[in-house]
């Protein structure tokens, strides 16, 4: 399955309530205070539905970035073009 | 056995299990922890969002403990992560009756660990402390009170399904069991709870 990263972001944008233009690959967990416990919740709820696929626990405590988030998703068989 | 350790002997085992998870615990808070909590309770993210914002001295702790073990209307859990303290999980009963009789209980959570504050995980210990008090004790209402300014646990609390009862600088919530089962259903799902 092939996505764009512009389509991650921009999930991440309307998870977190962040706006587009401020997430970057270097946006971290924690960071900014509305990437809190219950967005990152929210957030690995959208990543299931969106990319069709159920995430580890491990996985979804190690998504600590966007670029993590990308990283993580690959392993899942999400290909990024 | 402990005044403390007492407040849980009268619940069976099956209450009791709410309490534990391969990676969790909720233990009753023993003279032992109290230097710990002192040091949380009166760290400044922690003090920010309490009623009673003021340091507390470890005298004035020390007397708080000795007064809350004896009443049989509150206890107060610490929260063990892979068997490391990382915060506090208390219940007060409201209205008459003790904490085994009580309908209606009031439910406060903190996290002196700020790891597992703005973690996913930092839900595990709240389920377990609501299943507890619906399944385990029988309650039909939690209450739990947030300062407005506390958005992050606004968010949280309405995540596991309680609703706004009053507003104010201080908003009171509520939650019904039913409105529980419903709001935690996917956290249970990841959390595996």
């Keep these: 399955m092939s996505h764009s990263k512009f389509e991650l972001k921009q999930l991440f944008s309307s998870t977190l309530g962040i706006p587009s233009e401020l997430v970057t690959d270097e946006l971290a967990y924690n960071a900014d205070p509305r990437w809190d416990s219950t967005a990152h919740l929210q957030l690995v709820m959208a990543i299931e539905n969106t990319f069709g696929i159920t995430l580890e626990m491990d996985d979804m405590l190690d998504m600590s970035s966007v670029a993590k988030a990308a990283e993580i998703l690959k392993k899942y068989g999400v290909v990024w073009n | ?193």
Aim: aromatic content about 8%; glycine content about 6%.
């Design chain 2, 1 to 193: 056995m402990s005044t403390t350790e007492q407040k849980l002997s009268g619940f069976n085992s099956l209450a009791l299990d709410w309490l534990r998870t391969p990676s969790f615990q909720l233990v009753e808070m023993q003279e032992e922890a109290l230097e710990r909590v002192l040091l949380w309770r009166n760290s400044p993210e922690i003090r920010l969002q309490m009623v009673d914002d003021q340091p507390i001295s470890m005298a004035s702790h020390l007397a708080w403990f000795e007064k809350q073990k004896r009443c049989d209307k509150q206890i107060h859990f610490v929260v063990k992560h892979q068997k490391a303290p990382v915060g506090i999980s208390n219940l007060r009963c409201l209205g008459d009756g003790t904490l085994a009789e009580a309908t209606e209980l009031e439910v406060g959570l903190y996290y002196g660990d700020a790891k597992l504050r703005g973690s996913l995980l930092a839900f595990a210990p709240a389920l377990m402390t609501i299943n507890f008090c619906f399944k385990g004790l029988g309650a039909k209402r939690l209450f739990a009170r947030v300062k407005a300014s506390n958005l992050s646990a606004l968010r949280f609390n309405k995540t596991l399904g309680y609703e706004i009862v009053k507003n104010g600088p201080l908003i009171q919530m509520d939650l019904t069991e039913c409105r529980f089962d419903e709001a935690s259903r996917p956290l249970c799902r990841l959390l595996k709870v």
